[in-house]
C-alpha cells in the first residue's frame, strides 16, 4: 500500500493545471458597489435606459436582501465592498475574424485545451468565448444566421435584438429572486444569448467557456436560452479558472425558456478553483439557474458535473408550466479536500401530467461535505404529474459528509412521486479486486466512480463526457491512499 | 516458479499462516486441502497482496522476483492472477471494459502494444467460446446482480483473457453446481500449459475428480502436513481432515 499512497500523494502534490495568469491589459471598475458602479457598467456597454433602469430596480432590493444562511456550507463573511464589478480587455477585439483577438488571449485558449480554430474546424462546435467579461471570439455565426439562430454575448444582444432581450430577461429568474440573483442582475457584465426560432433544430452544440482572470474581480454573467415553439437546442458550458489565494465570488444567473414542444439541454462542467489542500482559496460559487417549460409538450434537460470551487450553491430548476411538459436533471458533485457543495434542484409542477426525473450523485473524499437539496412541488392544477428522484452518495475516506435534504410539497392527489437514495462507500475489497487484475489504485478509484456517475455522463455529449472523467479523475486525485 | 519458503501471516494481529514452505515448478498443478480455519485462504490472499494479510516472516520467489517486496498490482502484472472466493460487485463498470483496462495494463507490463476495441473483442469472443460462456456477461457490470455461479465464471473468463503465469484459485469450486464445477475445471485444463502453474485452494476433493493435480499439500493450523499425489485427495475424501490435524497438533 505505501507505494501507491506515495504515487498519490505525488499526484495530489501536482498543481492545478489551468492556474497561470494571462496578462492582458484590464479596463477596471474601481471597488466597491453603488449606483456610479452600475450607471458606469451600463454606460461601458451603451445599455438602453430602461436596462439600467431594471439594474438599479435590482441594486435597490438587494440593499434590502440578506445573504442567505439556510445553505449546509461555512464560510467567512464577503466583503462585497471590496470586489471589482467590471474589467474588461482594453483592446477589445473585432468580433469578425480570430486573426484579430489578442494573441495573449488566445494562448491562453490554447493552454486550456480549446485552439478556437482547429474547434471551428473539426467539431462542429460554436463557440462564445467569454473571457474577462466581454466576448472576445464568435464562431459559425454566418451559419446559424441562416437558419435564424441568434447565438452572442448578452451584450451583442442587448444592441442588436433589444426587444427579445427585453421580452424575456428576468421573467424565469426575476430581479429580486434571492440574494445573488439579484447581486448579479444589479452588476451582470456580459454572458451568453441564444435564440432558437420555430421548428428549428440547432445543427450543432452551442458552448461557451468561461474563464475568471483579472484578480479580485468577481465574475457575473447572465445567459438567456429561449427555444420558440417546435424547436432543439443543446448548450453547453464549461469552465476552469486559474490558481487564487483570496476567495473570488462567482453569482451567475441562467435563465431557459421552452415554448410549446421545444426542448433545451443544458449540460455544465464546472471546474473553478477548489481552493488548495488546506482548503485556503478557492471560488465561491453561488448559481441561480432555471428553466421555464413555458409551453406544452415543452422539455427542458439539466445535466450538471460539478468537481471545482470551494463552495457550490446552486439548484438548477425546472418551472412546468406547459401541460405534459418534462423536466429532468442529472448531477455529479463532487467535493475533495475541504471543498463544500449544496446542489440539487427544483423541479415546479404546474401543468396537467408534467413529468420530471431527478438523477443525483454525490462523491465526497477528504474532508468535503456534499448535501443534496431538491424540491419537488406539485401545485394544486398539476392533475397527474409525476416525479422520479435517485439520490446516491459515494464516500471515498471516513472524514467527507454526504446530506440528502429532499422537500416534497404535493398539493394534487393524482400526484406519483418516488423517491429513492443510497449511501455506500468505496471499498478496500473493490479497489483490491482491481489491483489484482494489474489496475493501480487511482485507476480503480476512477473507474468505480465513474461507473458510479455513470446515468449522468450518458447525458452529455460525447465530447464533454470525457472531458468530464477527466475533471473527475483530477478531482479526485490524493483522495484513497 | 514459485518458491515459499517459512511464510508467516496475520490478519488483523492474529497470526495464521505459521511457516508454509511450497515450491510450485511451470506447468504443475497443486492442491491445497484442509479444514476450515486451516490458512488455505490466507495463503493465496498473502500471495495476492491483500492489504488486510500482513507477512511477518518468510518470503515468497515468483520466477526468482520477490513478491512481498512487490504491490498487488504489480503482482498481477507479472502474473500472478488470484480468481476470488467472493468476486467484488463494482456498479456500473461493463465488465468488457474493466476487463479491457486490465488487459492493457498487464501488456504495458510486458512490453506488449494495447489493444483497440477490435483486437480486444476479437479476443474475448475466441475465450468465451472457448469456455463455453455467454457473451451477456460481458455488456454487464463487474458481478453486479450475478449468481454466484456467474461470478466463479466471470473469474474463470477473466483469468482466460489475462494469461497469467501463476493462476491462485481461491475456493472457485464453492457453491458450485456440477454444470458451473465442469466450466470451471474445463478452463483451468484448457489453460493447462508447460509455463504456467496452477493453485488450486479448495476445501472439497470434487474440483479435482475433473483436474487432476500434480501434487496435493494438506494444509492444518497453518503449516503443510502433508503432500502427495492425486491419491491423497482421494484419501482424505475417504477419512476426512481429522487424522491430519492429529498429527499436526502432536508435531507442533
Known amino acids: 500500500m505505501s507505494t501507491a499512497t506515495q504515487t498519490i500523494e505525488q499526484l495530489a502534490s501536482r498543481e492545478y493545471k489551468y492556474g497561470f495568469v494571462t496578462d492582458v491589459e484590464q479596463d477596471s471598475a474601481p471597488r466597491g458597489l453603488n449606483e456610479d458602479v452600475i450607471q458606469l457598467i451600463s454606460a461601458k456597454k451603451q445599455e438602453p435606459t430602461w436596462l439600467l433602469d431594471w439594474r438599479l430596480k435590482a441594486y435597490r432590493t438587494w440593499l434590502t436582501m440578506k445573504e442567505p444562511t439556510w445553505g449546509n456550507v461555512k464560510y467567512g463573511p464577503i466583503d462585497y465592498q471590496r470586489i471589482i464589478y467590471y474589467s ?35 467539431s462542429g462546435v460554436a463557440v462564445d468565448a467569454v473571457f474577462d467579461s466581454v466576448s472576445v471570439a464568435t464562431t459559425f455565426k454566418e451559419k446559424l444566421a441562416e437558419l435564424g439562430i441568434i447565438f452572442c454575448s448578452f451584450s451583442e444582444a442587448v444592441q442588436n435584438h433589444p426587444e427579445l432581450v427585453r421580452q424575456y430577461l428576468g421573467t424565469v429568474v426575476p430581479y429580486s429572486d434571492n440574494f445573488f440573483a439579484t447581486l448579479n442582475s444589479a452588476v451582470f457584465s456580459d454572458g451568453s444569448f441564444a435564440y432558437i426560432p420555430k421548428g428549428v433544430r440547432c445543427p450543432m452544440e452551442l458552448s461557451t467557456y ?55 439541454k443544458y449540460s455544465t462542467v464546472q471546474n473553478w478553483y477548489p481552493g488548495d489542500r488546506e482548503g485556503k482559496g478557492g471560488i465561491y460559487n453561488f448559481v441561480t439557474k432555471r428553466g421555464k417549460c413555458l409551453g406544452a409538450s415543452s422539455k427542458i434537460t439539466w445535466t450538471q458535473v460539478e ?43 404546474l401543468g396537467k401530467n408534467t413529468k420530471s426525473t431527478i438523477v443525483s450523485k454525490g462523491i465526497s473524499a477528504g474532508h468535503g461535505q456534499n448535501t443534496y437539496r431538491g424540491l419537488v412541488k406539485i401545485a394544486k392544477g398539476a392533475r397527474g404529474a409525476r416525479n422520479y428522484s435517485q439520490c446516491d452518495s459515494l464516500l471515498i475516506g471516513d472524514q467527507c459528509g454526504a446530506h440528502t435534504f429532499p422537500y416534497l410539497e404535493i398539493k394534487n392527489s393524482t400526484a406519483r412521486v418516488e423517491h429513492e437514495a443510497s449511501t455506500s462507500k468505496i471499498g478496500e475489497d473493490q479497489i483490491f479486486y482491481c489491483r489484482q487484475r494489474g489496475l493501480s489504485t487511482e485507476d480503480a478509484v476512477n473507474m468505480i466512480v465513474s461507473g458510479f456517475c455513470k446515468e449522468v455522463f450518458r447525458q452529455l455529449p460525447m465530447e464533454f463526457a470525457v472531458e468530464a472523467r477527466k475533471l473527475l479523475s483530477v478531482s479526485l486525485e490524493g483522495s484513497v491512499g | ?11 488483523g494481529g492474529h497470526e495464521i499462516l505459521r511457516g508454509i514452505n511450497l515450491s510450485i515448478d511451470a506447468g504443475e498443478v497443486h492442491a491445497i486441502m484442509g479444514p476450515n480455519g486451516s490458512g488455505k485462504s490466507t495463503l493465496a490472499r498473502a500471495l495476492a497482496g491483500h492489504p488486510e494479510y500482513q507477512v511477518s516472516e518468510g518470503e515468497a520467489l515468483f520466477e526468482g522476483e520477490n513478491l512481498f517486496a512487490m504491490d498487488p498490482e504489480s503482482r498481477a502484472r507479472a502474473g500472478v492472477f488470484m480468481a476470488f472466493q467472493y468476486p467484488v460487485e463494482i456498479p456500473g463498470v461493463h465488465n468488457a471494459y474493466f476487463l479491457k483496462a486490465a488487459l492493457n495494463a498487464v501488456r504495458a507490463h510486458r512490453g506488449q502494444e494495447e489493444l483497440d476495441a477490435v483486437e480486444f473483442m476479437a479476443l474475448v469472443h475466441d475465450r468465451m467460446k472457448q469456455l463455453g460462456i455467454d457473451e451477456s456477461l460481458l455488456n454487464r457490470p463487474v458481478n453486479e446482480g450475478f ?37 470451471v ?10 509455463d504456467r502453474a496452477f493453485l488450486l485452494v479448495t476445501h472439497y476433493q470434487r474440483l479435482l475428480n475433473y483436474v487432476v493435480p500434480d501434487v496435493v499439500h494438506v494444509l492444518a493450523d497453518g503449516r503443510i502436513v502433508r503432500s502427495g499425489g492425486k491419491e491423497l485427495a482421494l484419501e482424505l475424501e475417504e477419512r476426512g481432515y481429522g487424522w491430519l490435524e492429529a498429527g499436526a497438533s502432536v508435531g507442533s
Open chain 1, 88 to 122: 474588461a480587455p482594453r483592446k477589445r477585439p473585432a468580433v469578425a475574424s480570430l486573426d484579430e483577438v489578442d494573441p495573449e488571449i488566445r494562448r491562453t485558449f490554447e493552454k486550456l485545451g480549446i485552439p478556437l480554430e482547429e474547434q471551428k474546424l473539426l
Open chain 1, 307 to 349: 468537481t471545482g470551487s470551494a463552495i457550490t450553491w446552486k439548484y438548477p430548476g425546472c418551472v412546468l408550466m406547459g401541460d405534459n411538459s418534462v423536466g429532468e436533471f442529472y448531477s455529479v458533485a463532487t467535493t475533495n479536500n475541504w471543498q463544500q457543495a449544496d446542489t440539487g434542484t427544483k423541479m415546479i409542477h
Open chain 2, 185 to 194: 475445471a474445463h478452463g483451468v485444463n484448457a489453460m493447462r500449459r508447460p
Open chain 2, 147 to 183: 449468481s454466484g455461479g456467474e461470478k466463479k465464471r466471470n473469474e474463470i473468463f477473466q483469468m482466460a483473457v489475462l494469461e497469467p503465469r501463476l493462476a491462485i484459485l481461491d475456493e472457485t469450486d464453492s457453491g458450485l453446481d456440477i454444470d458451473a464445477l465442469k466450466i
Open chain 2, 1 to 11: 516458479m514459485l518458491k515459499v519458503t517459512n511464510l508467516h501471516a496475520a490478519v
Open chain 1, 210 to 264: 468561461f474563464r475568471i482572470n483579472a484578480r479580485e474581480t468577481g465574475q457575473f454573467e447572465r445567459t438567456l436560452i429561449v427555444a420558440e415553439e417546435g424547436s432543439y437546442v443543446s448548450y453547453l458550458e464549461g469552465c476552469t479558472a486559474p490558481m487564487r489565494d483570496e476567495n473570488q465570488l462567482h453569482a451567475a444567473v441562467v435563465e431557459l425558456v421552452a415554448l410549446d414542444n421545444a426542448t433545451i
